[in-house]
Structures are given as structure tokens and as C-alpha cells.
């Protein structure tokens, strides 16, 4: 997997994540090859990078399978857009329907068990907030699958991450969206969300399954454990349970997410990020969460103690410590006999670090070598 910058994609490469661009519309899927016409769009539209599983479209590698269907998910954004919209604009929503794309998320997950968490999608304009709520539903089921959670609570906690974010529609785009420094009004607009959507939920979600709980993770999702958090500053202790699941879930993927204001960080950084930011997030459910994520997704770059490797397999359980194809030495000299491993009876501390973005670039460039021939 290489994030390869958009001025030099070539026609062929695989695509390795989506691109959507408005609510439930897909502008690039994964795992089809790239054309010179989306290559000048993806310029025009200003994307700087974009995943492709192989710089040599020869390889044909494809990505690996995420843990909803393609269609599930854009059906989802869809959704959820259509939710806020409707709530926003006719002060009426569809239980029926949002409960009904819930329960097929849900299945997809359970048919899909053996998936982990792989790279992000990539969106554009106004798609965010609504990729971004199924994101979040879907990072808060595998984790409620790992907890052990019964499936009738298990679609309170997909409702739940659909809709954590409702409140957002009183913040206008420009301010989501803002590149520059907020100012004390618009952060204290953000800062209103939770809030925002606990009240929405109260006014229109009623014909929802356990809707009372539904408000509290969308008051609740940007308290802290430790008190820290917002709007009411609450601790662990009276926190709701599938609050603190769906504020790891958003953490996380609001961390991996391109934004205008920032770039997306690998999984490997966000893990190390929200393992430092102590007092946030509950330690024990931040560690399961990380049992069902592709740290180092397949196609990664990794510098280990055996050397420079690919990642070919992640398992559950073992995703801090994947197996690799070590190709080149530590004095990053390719091997004439490259070996696998696995590295799961290792330390996590063999891993020293991820190799990405321009690094990789520059390393794969130094080696004349593209590392994801040792997948094909
Ligand atoms: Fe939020």
C-alpha cells in the first residue's frame, strides 16, 4: 500500500481506498484500477495523495476486504445525510429506515467476522460528517462484538455512533471545515454539539429503539474519563458505557481522516497517540479496540529488527505484532532470498518504526524497488 501523490499516478495502479465525495456517492472505490480521466479529476478536485495497493499495475494486487460492503457503507452515508437533513429542514426524521441500515451494518460485520480494520476512505466537501457517523458506527460495533455486547444492544451502539454527531447540523460548513484559527463564537459552536444533538434526539428520535440512550452518547462523546472533556466535564464513573465505545471510535476516526486542517495519521500513530493522551479514553476497552485494527495494515512498510519488511497478514489479536516479508537489510540492501515471518512470538518492540508518505516514496525510489511485489 502506497500513498502515492496525485501528479504521479499512472492509469492501471489499484485504487486501496475510497473516495467519496458527497452524501452516498462514491467517487473512487477501492480496488478498481485507476483511468486517466479520474486522474485528472482527483488534480483537479485538489486530493494530494491517494492510496494504491502497487505502483506497477502488473502486480493486479487488490485490497483487502473491509468489514462492510461497499454498498452497506454508501447506502449508510446516504442515510445518515438524508437523517440530518430531514430533522434539519422538515423537523422529521425515519426510524424505520436509519434502524433498518443499522441492522445491515450489523449483519455485514457478523458475516465478516475474519476482517479487520483497514485503511480509511477519503472525503470531500460536505461527505465528512456523514462518512465519517458510519465510520464511527461501524469502529463502535467491532469494538461492542469484542466486549461480547447482545446483538439487540449492539444496534443501540450502531444508532448511537450513526447519530453522535447530529448536533453538528447547527455548525455551519465553513466552520467544520475551517483551516485557520477558530474563533471563541465558532469554537464555542463546536463545542455545542453534543448538546445540540442530545436535544434533536429528544425532539425527534422517540420512535427509535432505546432513544433515551442515544441521547446520552451524543451528549456524552467528548467527556474524558479523567473530567477533562466537554460540554459538562463528567468522569469515567458517570459516563454511559457505549458512550466511552463511541468517543474511542471517533477519536480514532477523526485521527486517520484527511481534514482540511490536518493530515490523516496511519493507525500506528493514532494507536501511540491515543495511548498517550492518558485520562482521555478507557484504557481497557482502547486496548480491545485495538485487538480488531490493522495497526499495520497489509502493504505496510515496516523497519524491524530482522530488517525492512512488507506486512502480508494481520490477524485479531495480534495486531501490534503482524507477519512480514523481510526483503532488504538493515543497511537496506535487498535481499536475494526474502523470508517471512511471523512475529507474533515477538516483542512489539522488534518493530521500530513504519516506513510512509514521502519516506516511502523516497525509500522505495533509493531501492528501485516497489516492496508490494513480495504481496502479488
Ligand atoms: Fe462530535
Not at 20 to 35: E, Q, R, W
Not at 95 to 100: E, K, R
Not at 131 to 147: D, F, R, T
Not at 339 to 346: A, E, Q
Request: a neutral charge; hydrophobic letters at 40%.
Amino acid at each position: 500500500m502506497l500513498s502515492i501523490p496525485v501528479k504521479k499516478l499512472r492509469e492501471g495502479m489499484v485504487v486501496a481506498q475510497s473516495v467519496y465525495s458527497k452524501a452516498g456517492a462514491a467517487f473512487l472505490v477501492k480496488g478498481k484500477p485507476l483511468t486517466a480521466q479520474y486522474i485528472k479529476s482527483l488534480e483537479k478536485i485538489g486530493i494530494p495523495s491517494l492510496s494504491v495497493t502497487s505502483t506497477d499495475p502488473r502486480f493486479n494486487i487488490l485490497p483487502p476486504e473491509d468489514v462492510v460492503e461497499e454498498k452497506t457503507r454508501l447506502d449508510a452515508i446516504q442515510k445518515v445525510h438524508d437523517v440530518f437533513k430531514d430533522i434539519s429542514e422538515k423537523k422529521e426524521m425515519d426510524p424505520v429506515g436509519l434502524t433498518a441500515v443499522a441492522d445491515k451494518l450489523i449483519s455485514d460485520i457478523f458475516a465478516r467476522h475474519e476482517n479487520l480494520i483497514q485503511l480509511t476512505d477519503i472525503r470531500l466537501y460536505d461527505a465528512y460528517t456523514f462518512a465519517h457517523s458510519v465510520n464511527v458506527a461501524v469502529l463502535s460495533a467491532m469494538l461492542g462484538k469484542v466486549e461480547g455486547i447482545s446483538e439487540a444492544d449492539m444496534r443501540i451502539l450502531v444508532l448511537g455512533g450513526l447519530l453522535h454527531d447530529l448536533g453538528k447540523i447547527k455548525v455551519p460548513i465553513q466552520v467544520l471545515n475551517k483551516t485557520g484559527k477558530l474563533t471563541a463564537q465558532e469554537f464555542e459552536a463546536i463545542k455545542a454539539h453534543p448538546t445540540e444533538g442530545f436535544r434533536r434526539i429528544h425532539e425527534f428520535g422517540k420512535m427509535l429503539p432505546k432513544w433515551e440512550i442515544l441521547a446520552i452518547i451524543a451528549a456524552q462523546h467528548h467527556e474524558h474519563m479523567d473530567g477533562s472533556g466537554y460540554p459538562k466535564g463528567l468522569r469515567g464513573d458517570q459516563l454511559h458505557r457505549f458512550a466511552k465505545i463511541v468517543a474511542i471510535a471517533d477519536v480514532y476516526d477523526a485521527l486517520t481522516s484527511e481534514r482540511p486542517y490536518k493530515k490523516a495519521y496511519t493507525p500506528s500513530v493514532a494507536y501511540g497517540i491515543m495511548r498517550t493522551n492518558t485520562g482521555h479514553l478507557e484504557p481497557e476497552l482502547l486496548e480491545h479496540f485495538f485487538d480488531n485494527v490493522a495497526l499495520y495494515p497489509i502493504g505496510a512498510v515496516l523497519k524491524t529488527f530482522y530488517g525492512y519488511g512488507i506486512v502480508t497478514k494481520c490477524e485479531f489479536g495480534h495486531t501490534r505484532t503482524p507477519t512480514i516479508r523481510v526483503f532488504a537489510n538493515k543497511k537496506r540492501e535487498v535481499l536475494t532470498s526474502p523470508f517471512t515471518i511471523d512475529l507474533k512470538n515477538d516483542s512489539p518492540h522488534v518493530i521500530e518504526k513504519e516506513i510512509s508518505g514521502n519516506e516511502l516514496m523516497q525509500f522505495t525510489h533509493n531501492l528501485s524497488l516497489d516492496p508490494s511485489k513480495y504481496l502479488a
